[in-house]
């Protein structure tokens, strides 16, 4: 889904009844170990070591692009957040599996400053289908996210293809392995 400007997912302003205003995993500061700032939505409950897992691999990610100064929002989102999201920013309806917001004003050379909105209860629902960690499956969109805010679009099949091998080609740099393409298939 191609980048769009908008205000920070975690940032917001609070809307009534919005859980994620109330978010306690919400610092709004980079963390100082990986310059990735996550925000976990209330209404998940993730395997112990998830969180700290793709924030990880996605500082991985950004070092393996030399965006080692970016700051990056990570917002881990349930199906009813991120069908709201969607709504919100895309019109359209129902849950999606990624939106990517550029936060750059107006200095696009400037540092990257971008938050990635990831709905995880499809990442859950497609990795069971593929037969992967869901882990795996929602640090793929993470990179996915990543991939537009440096540029990358996918809205024709030949900038699909060649942005979901760069998305295997990081994945396998920073020692996750393929997720999007398995064996040389389609996942």
Avoid: C
């Avoid at 980048?3 to 994620?20: L, M």
């Avoid at 100082?32 to 991985?60: K, M, Q, Y």
């Avoid at 990358?152 to 293809?161: I, K, L, R, V």
């Amino acid at each position: 889904m191609p980048a769009s400007p908008a205000q920070p997912i975690a940032d917001r302003p609070a809307e009534p009844g919005d859980a994620a205003s109330d978010d306690p995993l919400s610092s709004n500061e980079p963390d100082a170990s990986n310059g990735i700032d996550v925000d976990l939505d209330p209404a998940l409950t993730l395997p112990a070591g998830e969180v700290a897992w793709l924030a990880d691999r996605l500082a991985g990610a950004l070092a393996h692009l030399g965006l080692g100064d970016a700051r990056i929002g990570l917002a881990l989102r349930a199906d009813a957040e991120m069908s709201r999201l969607h709504e919100a920013y895309k019109q359209q309806p129902g849950p999606t599996d990624v939106l990517t917001f550029d936060l750059r004003e107006t200095d696009a050379d400037g540092p990257l400053d971008g938050d990635i909105a990831i709905g995880w209860q499809e990442a859950e629902r497609r990795a069971n289908e593929l037969g992967h960690p869901a882990r795996h499956e929602a640090l793929l969109y993470a990179v996915h996210g990543l991939m537009h805010l440096i540029g990358e679009d996918d809205a024709t099949p030949e900038q699909a293809e060649r942005m979901h091998r760069r998305e295997d080609g990081v994945l396998e740099a920073i020692g996750v392995g393929a997720v999007y393409r398995r064996d040389g298939g389609a996942s």
